[in-house]
């Protein structure tokens, strides 16, 4: 199963970006969907995940009400729309696929990662 995260790139304060994450190998139609973000020295913590049908979806504190999150089975594809963005949001994302159908904040719930893509958000 490979992943490839893209979209990610240079905003300005209060800008938006969408990413997308493709999957190939597998489909992964029957598996939540997760995206994480790791900025440089911390950890990679959750974003926002959603399930096998779009029908639950959570985000992280900090992005609740500027991120949300959609997929299209038909196309492999979860969407990550960012908007108000904050430097703060300067990580790298990554995209994940999930042990089943649940939905998941644990990075130990995923299976499948994408190498990321870069987001940098500046005044």
């Known amino acids: 199963v490979q992943l490839q995260a893209f979209g990610g790139g240079l905003v300005q304060i209060g800008g938006c970006l969408r990413l997308s994450c493709v999957t190939s190998g597998r489909a992964s139609s029957n598996n939540a969907m997760g995206w994480f973000r790791q900025a440089p020295g911390k950890e990679r913590e959750f974003v926002g995940t959603i399930s096998w049908n779009a029908g639950a979806k959570y985000y992280a504190d900090s992005v609740k009400d500027r991120f949300t999150i959609s997929r299209d089975n038909a196309k492999n594809t979860v969407y990550l729309q960012m908007n108000s963005l904050k430097p703060e949001d300067t990580a790298v994302y990554y995209c994940?696929?999930?042990?089943?159908?649940?939905?998941?904040?644990?990075?130990?719930?995923?299976?499948?990662w994408g190498r990321g893509t870069q987001v940098t958000v500046s005044s």
């Open positions: 994940a696929v999930g042990r089943g159908s649940w939905t998941s904040a644990r990075t130990s719930d995923y299976q499948y």
